[in-house]
């Protein structure tokens, strides 16, 4: 019954490659994030997607692309990986209220390390 | 624009001792406001929620939180420490805009002595 998951767990990979993880939730909320956490824990929010159309997109290198296929669903794609994209990536989901959005739910995380 | 301010990049406490987060917050509107727990290697879970009901917060494993508007502070206690109590936690701030952010604090490590 797991309320967001994220695939894989933990990906290493070397400098230059392309990789994706996956996010799912079943919550049926309409609005999907992805976070990255650095090793000093601080977490900056990278993309949203709410039904599937981008609303965040914060200052992130354009080799990262999110794609929506469907509200339920949220991919991250990564190409020419570099040492300084080795964190741990959230990806989170919530519903939105107006202006405003409730609580976000978190997936367990996917820990990157490129080599 | 919304934000939050974790005072105390770690505290420290004894088994049992009173647990006290500290948490201000700024916005121009009414806020909602949050704690999350991070255990190692997981993800953020959600402790409790202010969204301008009851002013003090009742939340998982006997926590809560009090908002109190004239000191823009959203502080978190806990009356006895239990070791497993040992985690990051994030003050934040949902943010009033049509992007909907929710705004994090830096995080507070909390540790516990035995």
Redesign the interface.
């Given at each position: 019954d797991t309320a967001?998951s994220q695939t894989p767990k933990y990906l290493v990979t070397q400098m230059g490659n392309d990789k994706s993880i996956k996010c799912e939730q079943n919550l049926g909320h309409d609005?999907m994030y992805w976070y990255k956490q650095d090793s000093k824990?601080?977490?900056k929010?990278m993309f949203?997607y709410?039904n599937k159309e981008l609303?965040?997109n914060e200052t992130v290198p354009n080799r990262f692309s999110p794609k929506s296929p469907d509200k339920a669903h949220l991919n991250l794609h990564i190409n020419s990986l570099e040492l300084g994209d080795s964190a741990v990536y959230?990806c989170?989901s919530?519903q939105?209220g107006g202006?405003?959005?409730?609580?976000?739910?978190?997936?367990?995380?996917t820990r990157l390390t490129v080599t | 624009a919304q934000s939050v301010t974790q005072l105390g990049s770690h505290v420290s406490v004894s088994e049992g001792a009173l647990v006290l987060l500290r948490c201000n917050y700024s916005s121009s509107v009414p806020p909602y406001l949050f704690w999350y727990v991070q255990y190692p290697n997981q993800g953020l879970q959600l402790l409790l929620k202010y969204t301008s009901a009851a002013t003090l917060v009742k939340g998982i494993n006997g926590f809560e939180a009090e908002f109190k508007k004239s000191e823009t502070s959203f502080h978190l206690t806990k009356p006895s420490a239990h070791m497993s109590d040992a985690a990051e936690y994030f003050c934040a701030v949902t943010e009033y805009s049509s992007a909907s952010k929710i705004i994090f604090g830096s995080g507070t490590r909390l540790s516990i002595r035995p």
């Open positions: 967001v609005t824990k601080f977490l929010i949203s709410n609303i965040i959230f989170a919530s939105r202006r405003r959005t409730y609580e976000q739910y978190f997936g367990p995380g | -």
